[in-house]
């Protein structure tokens, strides 16, 4: 059985008792949930006085100079994997991803025998 999807209001509530100090177990009991999805679904959350929750992206330039655009550096690290999203959840969207993988290999295996 998949995952079942969170709510804007289980967000919301989770978020609001994050910034009040709340332990991932604590949230998890009152939300029915396990303390490891808490803490999977709040991690990279910085969360304000007011209790609001926001992610850890950089901060919106104050102006046009703060805007231009700075040259990229070459860089020879490994790649960085896109961030999971809730579409990565559904078990229909593993299904497909695993099949046109599947599709995938056996096209090439094909051209490599023949």
Known sequence: MPPR????????????????????????????RTASAVESKLKGKKVSASGASTSKLKPKPNSVADATPQPAKASISTPQHAPATDAADDGDSSM???????????????????
């Open 96 to 114: 497909i991803k695993y099949i046109v993988g599947a599709v995938i290999v056996a096209v090439i295996i094909w051209l490599i025998m023949d």
């Open 5 to 32: 999807r969170w709510t804007t209001e289980e967000l919301e509530t989770a978020n609001t008792m994050m910034g009040e100090g709340t332990s991932f177990s604590d949230i998890a009991q009152k939300l029915d």
